[in-house]
């Protein structure tokens, strides 16, 4: 391996500090943020330049997850071409001229932000190469995690109008440094996933157990707060994906290595700490949110429309895709393509279609679909092979990583939560951490997997062995041939 040099050290520290600043940035949706952002992509490319002169090693990672995003950028490309130039399928709707997409200005937008996020992905995966950054990142994520949620409370309970106790937003619900208080809670449900994963891994040493408990109900609390029904449902999702993968974890690994004593007490531990969590979430449901909580987790069911207004923004999306089904409307697009299709005749101003799914179908067709679609295989598929790691530490990152995962993806059902910049790269650093290879693991559980793996392909014999020949008339003959026969129909 290349000697870990100055440069890869800027490159991780470049990568934290994006995590942090782009969510204390309102998200980074701003262009001044947007371009801070990108310049700190650059900053990496050139760190990595050096890096690769001083060591003349290129460090590429060789994870699969980073084709799928090449994809989309490539798909952006295509369309800005001049394909079907002229009217649309909707009247007065047209494309603009030498452009397929009915915004190619948004599009070259989104095309730069897949690439400034691509090379953060890429770079995180190639650099985080050892167990000690590993738990660098790992940390970085739990304790700004915790902070975060300590901020969005003191100014929900001060001023809770006002984002660092400073900027007004009457026309929005802001919660900490977000103006979208649901984005804030797919945060929340992404950064408090790691700590969660160490702890149904039981990777956590026994008297630390206090704090990370501590840390993943203080954002749980903060979570609840923001009165997020998509995030308090996304937010038991996750303990329900973490208590079923993590029960399987247990009875994978049982055989020799547990008893079955040992195995029923892991499952049940982890099944208490799961409906212990979401009894406290539910708990704190109504101490916290009281009556208006309730009425929207509960009494909503019961009004005219339990999805305030989503379902004929859904519905419109629908006859998007329908009308283009291959390529959609263009990367961005959607803003300007919703209001020929919104039958209430442009009552509201509507930005994205409060559905991640609706809108890659929309705006990438089934092309961005199927891209979509191969990311997410190839993150589970990956980091369920991870979370089976013989390095306790490790497989509760990956773990954890993928319940983050689960979790905002479940949340994407009902928001755009990955539409802001700060929440998609939070979502692509649990990627990474899901499915960085053994690099990262102890030296010890790293030979201890090796072994095992060694020992399974020796007795994975071939089913016709070759078998010793006896010669009629030699002594014993009769019988080794008698023995043999046995042997084999046995």
């Not at 798909?75 to 397929?100: D, F, K, N, W």
């Not at 379902?311 to 409307?329: A, C, K, M, N």
């Not at 990438?364 to 790691?389: D, E, K, N, Q, Y």
Request: some cysteine.
């Amino acid at each position: 391996a290349p000697p870990r040099t100055l440069w890869s050290r800027f490159i991780i520290l470049t990568i934290c500090l994006a995590v942090i600043l782009s969510t204390l940035a309102f998200g980074t949706v701003h262009a001044w943020s947007l371009a801070v952002f990108q310049a700190g992509a650059g900053l990496i490319l050139v760190l990595w330049a050096i890096d690769a002169g001083r060591t003349g090693v290129l460090r590429v990672s060789k994870n699969f997850l980073q084709l799928p995003l090449l994809a989309v950028i490539a798909l952006g490309l295509v369309q800005l071409l001049p394909i079907g130039v002229g009217a649309g399928p909707v009247e007065g709707l047209t494309r603009s001229a030498g452009s397929y997409s009915y915004d190619p200005y948004a599009t070259r937008f989104v095309i730069l932000q897949f690439a400034a996020l691509l090379v953060y992905f890429s770079a995180a995966a190639a650099f985080v190469d050892t167990p000690g950054r590993l738990r660098l990142l790992v940390r970085t994520l739990v304790i700004f995690g915790f902070a975060l949620a300590i901020l969005g409370m003191m100014q929900w309970f001060t001023s809770p109008q006002a984002i660092f106790w400073v900027r007004e937003n009457k026309y929005a619900q802001p919660f900490g440094p977000y103006v979208n208080r649901h984005h804030f809670a797919a945060m929340m449900e992404m950064l408090l996933a790691l700590p969660l994963g160490l702890l149904f891994a039981g990777a956590v040493d026994r008297e630390r157990i206090p704090l990370y408990a501590f840390a993943s109900l203080v954002m749980s609390f903060a979570l609840v707060m923001t009165n997020s029904r998509g995030g308090v449902l996304s937010l038991v999702a996750e303990i329900l994906f973490l208590m079923t993968v993590s029960l399987g974890a247990v009875r994978a690994r049982g055989g020799k290595e547990l008893d079955r004593r040992a195995r029923a007490t892991a499952a049940v531990k982890r099944a208490a700490l799961g409906f212990g969590i979401i009894a406290v979430i539910f708990t704190s449901v109504l101490f916290f949110g009281g009556e208006e909580s309730l009425s929207r987790l509960v009494g909503t069911v019961n009004a005219q429309d339990p999805t305030t207004g989503r379902t004929h923004f859904w519905s419109r999306t629908v006859e998007i895709i329908e009308d283009h089904p291959v390529l959609g409307t263009g990367l961005g697009s959607y803003p300007v393509v919703y209001p020929r299709y919104d039958t209430r005749g442009g009552q509201e101003r509507l930005e994205q279609a409060h559905n991640d799914y609706l809108q890659t179908l929309s705006d990438a067709g089934i092309v961005g679909g199927v891209i979509g679609l191969l990311f997410i295989v190839g993150l589970f598929r990956v980091g369920f092979r991870r979370a089976a790691s013989h390095d306790k530490f490790r497989r509760g990152v990956a773990l954890g990583a993928l319940a983050g995962c689960f979790g905002v993806l479940v949340h994407s059902f009902f928001d755009f939560t990955l539409h802001t910049t700060a929440n998609a790269l939070a979502f692509l650093m649990l990627a990474t951490l899901a499915t960085v290879n053994g690099r990262v693991e102890d030296e010890s559980a790293r030979r201890e997997g090796n072994g095992r793996r060694r020992r399974r392909r020796r007795t994975r014999m071939p089913l016709h062995q070759p078998q010793p020949r006896i010669t009629p008339g030699t002594p014993g003959g009769a019988a080794g041939a008698g023995a043999l026969g046995r042997g084999t129909e046995g």
